[in-house]
């Protein structure tokens, strides 16, 4: 851009998913997600003096329905749709014994959201590794406006922050509306998933939305980040640098 993006009060830092679990050595490991850090760290002391500051985590339980755990003979990152399950019954199927979900459930679901993809054991409630980074929480002293747990319903998926895969309203914009926010610039984890799917429906929400590059990385599964880019754009949502905001 031109010219520095002035904050005021009006405008909200939303860090998607800084955790663990999306980093190196964890259960859905991003390629460099670790390196989103400074600029991360970066943005929070910006907006601790000038805006307002919200998160999202995204934590799970064992037998999730997005777990390939969850299932029997499906390996990470498989699609799973209606096809797929066709030939399954109540009393012969790939579900496992220990899933938080039925057959009954499991089809409802995928006739609403067409296909989900099966994500390794990740941000698993109670563990270290769901929890926000130690290093945004000490630089934050845990301090936040707001922080949504997402993910936590066992019978559907929810990459935005905003509505879960069913397109059910988490009430996070409506938090943010109440406190007055107008502009949302989004960093965190992954770019192609959470942080952008989160963009999309902030934007759709009716604010004017920012999504910090550097901030963020993507899980880049076959044509999802060029995927994600073109409906980024479609939203209106508007791509920027740290340096355009910090300076």
């Known amino acids: 851009m031109d010219q520095k993006i002035e904050i005021g ?7 998607v998913d800084v955790q663990a679990t999306f980093m190196p050595g964890g259960g859905l490991a991003v390629a ?14 910006h907006f601790d003096t000038r805006g307002q500051i919200y998160c999202t985590l995204d934590q799970h339980p064992y037998g999730h329905i997005s777990l390939a755990s969850s299932y029997v003979g499906l390996a990470p990152y498989a699609q799973l749709d209606l096809k797929a399950i066709a030939g399954w019954t109540s009393k012969k199927n790939g579900i496992a014994k220990d899933a938080l979900f039925d057959l009954r459930d499991l ?9 989900q993809t099966l994500w390794p054991d990740h941000g698993i409630a109670g563990s270290v590794e769901a929890d926000m980074h130690p290093a945004l929480w000490n630089a934050a002293h845990g301090h936040f406006d707001f922080v949504l747990i997402k993910g936590y319903d066992a019978k559907v998926d929810s990459y935005s922050g905003f509505r879960d895969n069913l397109k059910q309203t988490t009430g996070l914009g409506a938090t943010m509306r109440e406190n007055g926010v107008e502009r949302i610039f989004v960093d965190g984890l992954a770019f192609d998933f959470c942080v952008g799917w989160s963009a999309i429906d902030a934007a759709a929400e009716g604010f004017e939305v920012y999504l910090i590059e550097e901030a963020t990385r993507s899980v880049n599964l076959p044509g999802t980040v060029d995927r994600m880019r073109a409906d980024l754009a ?4 508007k791509l920027v640098t740290a340096a355009d905001v910090i300076g």
Do not use: C, F, M, W
Not at 234 to 237: E, L
């Open 9 to 15: 009060e009006r405008d909200a830092l939303l860090h």
């Open 32 to 45: 460099d997600g670790d390196k989103i850090l400074p600029a991360v760290l970066a943005l929070q002391a």
């Open 107 to 115: 089809t409802r679901y995928l006739r609403e959201v067409g296909s």
């Open 234 to 237: 479609a939203a209106g949502v």
